[in-house]
């Protein structure tokens, strides 16, 4: 054992450096997906955290260049019980452990991922420290106590584009006889920390997307000439992101709008509602959530620490769907103005389908918009 991680509140655990040298902090989150490691690593909405990956081998499958969600690691560090430096894909271009070494990631194995999850389950999630230089108990622990706390803090506007851009790559070979849709729609996607596959299904759908800063004001994206806006994902504490929810309460009744993720959190605010931390999140591949509306069951992507407080929206906004395994919120949609929104990730297919009928909602009511 040759690295060290420890938690803020003094519980040390010893693993094995297997990613780049170096110190890292930040707050210990734990994902529950059997699978999708390099999705993990890209999502930019896991800035600041160090993820733990619940199941047991990672590294199986390596690493290619189709499936990250973006064009560079976001994760602080990334801790694994068992890691696999032998890979097996067709897909596949380099082990695991380089292309964490190639990005400057931190990563310990043989870490008791079990004992650190029930620990995170019990005590909230955790900022913490990993070092592959030091064994300083004390040293890392005050490092530890000094790294940044999630709540108050804005990482949206460090992990987004810095510029416009336009998007037409569809799903491509992941959609068995798929054919490019012809654009019908022009939507402009706020980047709060987008995920890829976000902006490949709504091309599947017809739409033309352009990309715009996470700053950008409401009067630009309105000069575009939009038929939609998209509020994509997005790291970090949305009760600090004021200059979104301005150009969100701008934009709103102008377009039809669609929230994911941060996305939906910054229009719960929007509209009037508050949102608050959750003990240790919600992150996998594997959480159920109900349509309140239908009754069904869908089982869901999702990675998120904050949610929004159902108590605190106005009577205009409807809850559509709940979490089963702790009621919280999970979509929203405003009764006055063509706009809606889910907690939850549609476009990560763990279901595969099951939530893909949003993108057409979405379409659905630009559609409608047109025909006025």
Known sequence: MDALLVLEDGRVFWGRSFGADGETTGEVVFATGMTGYQEVLTDPSYAGQIVTMTAAHIGNTGVNEIDPEAEKPYVAGFL?????DDYSSWRARTGLAHYLRENNIVALADIDTRALTRHIREK?????????????????????????????????SGVGTRSTY??????????????LTTPKFHVVAYDFGLKRNIL???????????VVPATTPASEVLDLHPDGIFLSNGPGDPATLDYAV???????????????????????IAVGGTTFKLPYGHHGCNHPVKDLSSGHVQITSQNHGFAVDAATLPEDVTVTHR???????????????????????????????????????????MQREQER
């Open 80 to 84: 694994v019980r068992a890691y696999s």
């Open 246 to 268: 301005q150009n969100i309460q701008s934009l709103l009744g102008k377009k039809p709008m669609f929230g994911i993720c941060l996305g939906h959190q910054l229009m719960g």
């Open 323 to 365: 979490n089963l395994n702790d009621g919280t919120v999970e979509g929203l949609r405003h009764t006055r103005y063509p706009a809606f929104s889910v907690q939850y990730h549609p476009e990560a297919a763990p279901g595969p389908h099951d939530a893909d009928p949003l993108f057409n909602e979405f379409i659905q009511l």
């Open 166 to 179: 336009t998007w037409a790559e569809g799903s491509g070979e992941w959609v068995n006889g798929a054919e």
């Open 124 to 156: 909230g999630a955790l900022r913490a420290a990993i070092s592959t230089e030091t064994d300083d108990v004390d040293y890392l622990l005050n490092l530890a106590r000094q790294a940044p706390s999630m709540e108050g803090l804005d990482l949206a």
């Open 200 to 210: 490949r299904k709504l091309v599947d759908h017809g739409a033309q997307v352009t």
